[in-house]
């Protein structure tokens, strides 16, 4: 089964900071990788596909990077509605979720 | 507008059995393939389940194998978990969840099992 290690595990951030969350893969999965948003008793929210690919509707503040082992997720200017955790998500073979990243306010 | 309502959660006891359902409305459900994602109190998403639109191909997690059965009626619009021989360690919210370009989209608010003596 292919593992997802997502680091860091938490963060702390002002709005406005420059935010980037990174997964990486026990073996390749070329971009077959996504990113979520959630907010405490809300569902997920996906905001990249594809590894780069920005959801429809979400702020381009958010982009997405990498191919086979090493992804990154980023937050150009942080904004207070972004408090939030996020998964990277892989489905190159079955689905593996890394285990999260809480932002919150510094 | 695309909606997934999920239900069927509630307290059963450890060995027992619950079904999940998901009703799905605002797209063509026999298009796309659907999946489970649990989420345990406090903790990150597990995905759970897979299912084609045409349920030839059906994935399961190792942690569920041989107790949960996924199944949909494209017919009713309608995507269904059976889960038996529950553990305390299956106590989660599910959600079923669209696919789109492969890995879930939309996403419905979830329901709650608890699995407690």
């Known amino acids: 089964d292919i593992q997802m290690t997502q680091s860091p595990s938490s963060l702390s951030a002002s709005v406005g900071d420059r935010v980037t969350i990174t997964c990486r893969a026990s073996q390749g999965i070329r971009n077959d990788l996504g990113w979520y948003q959630q907010k405490p008793g809300k569902a997920p929210k996906r905001l990249i596909y594809?590894?780069?690919s920005l959801q429809s509707g979400v702020p381009s503040r958010f982009s997405g990077s990498g191919s086979g082992t090493e992804f990154t997720l980023t937050i150009s200017s942080l904004q207070p509605e972004d408090f939030a955790t996020y998964y990277c998500?892989?489905?190159?073979?079955?689905?593996?979720f890394g285990g999260g990243t809480k932002v919150e306010i510094k | 507008e695309v909606q997934l309502v999920e239900s069927g959660g509630g307290l059963v006891k450890p060995g027992g059995s619950l079904r999940l359902s998901c009703a799905a409305s605002g797209f063509t459900f026999s298009s796309y393939s659907m999946n489970w994602v649990r989420q345990a109190p406090g903790k990150g998403l597990e995905w759970v389940s897979s299912i084609s639109s045409s349920s030839s191909y059906i994935y399961y997690a190792d942690s569920v194998k041989g107790r949960f059965t996924i199944s949909r009626d494209n017919a009713k619009n309608s995507l269904y978990l059976q889960m038996n021989s529950l553990r305390a360690e299956d106590t989660a919210v599910y959600y079923c969840a669209r696919d789109g370009y492969q890995l879930p989209d939309y996403w419905g608010q979830g329901t709650l099992v608890t699995v407690s003596s």
């Open positions: 998500l892989q489905h190159n073979r079955k689905l593996t």
């Open positions: 594809a590894a780069s």
